[in-house]
């Protein structure tokens, strides 16, 4: 699986109908990230990295490879500091000072949605649809082309 063909799969799909967890389980094995938006304030991952950031009103995330694999945190210095293990803490903060960042903007004037997901890393996208109309365009990730 490639993050294009992942990409191709979910395209199309309704919302709260993202991603099943079979699905989920095939992008983490593939080491692949699955990006998208949910209700009016999350920013949701799944795959390798199954997580969710607050995004009220918008939201940057900085991805990095911490103890227990790769992990999420917003991008957010006070935050960061707040991680309880030194080394965990250590990666997100080295991992903040690079492009490793995921962007959710909360309605966007282009395309008319209630979410756009932007990285400027490697990616593919898709877009989940709400009674016919755009509601995401979210954006799959591969590990391999993170630090």
Not at 1 to 9: C, D, G, H
Not at 22 to 41: N, P, W
């Given at each position: 699986?490639?993050?294009?063909?992942?990409?191709?799969?979910?395209?199309?799909?309704?919302?709260?109908?993202?991603?099943?967890?079979?699905?989920?389980?095939?992008?983490?094995?593939?080491?692949?990230?699955?990006?998208?938006?949910?209700?009016?304030?999350?920013?949701?991952?799944?795959?390798?990295?199954?997580?969710?950031?607050?995004?009220?009103?918008?939201?940057?995330?900085?991805?990095?490879?911490?103890?227990?694999?790769?992990?999420?945190?917003?991008?957010?210095?006070?935050?960061?500091?707040?991680?309880?293990?030194?080394?965990?803490?250590?990666?997100?903060?080295?991992?903040?000072?690079?492009?490793?960042?995921?962007?959710?903007?909360?309605?966007?004037?282009?395309?008319?949605?209630?979410?756009?997901i932007t990285t400027s890393l490697p990616h593919a996208?898709?877009?989940?649809?709400?009674?016919?109309?755009?509601?995401?365009?979210?954006?799959?990730?591969?590990?391999?082309?993170?630090?």
């Amino acid at each position: 699986m490639t993050k294009e063909s992942l990409a191709a799969l979910l395209n199309g799909r309704d919302y709260r109908e993202e991603i099943d967890n079979a699905e989920a389980a095939q992008a983490k094995a593939a080491g692949l990230v699955v990006v998208f938006g949910a209700s009016d304030d999350l920013l949701e991952f799944r795959g390798a990295i199954y997580d969710e950031v607050g995004a009220w009103d918008g939201a940057v995330a900085v991805l990095f490879k911490g103890k227990r694999g790769w992990d999420v945190v917003p991008d957010d210095r006070a935050t960061i500091r707040e991680i309880e293990d030194d080394d965990t803490m250590m990666a997100a903060l080295a991992a903040q000072k690079t492009n490793q960042k995921v962007a959710a903007e909360w309605a966007p004037k282009q395309p008319e949605a209630s979410w756009l997901i932007t990285t400027s890393l490697p990616h593919a996208t898709f877009d989940i649809l709400d009674d016919g109309g755009l509601y995401c365009r979210g954006v799959v990730l591969d590990v391999k082309d993170l630090n």
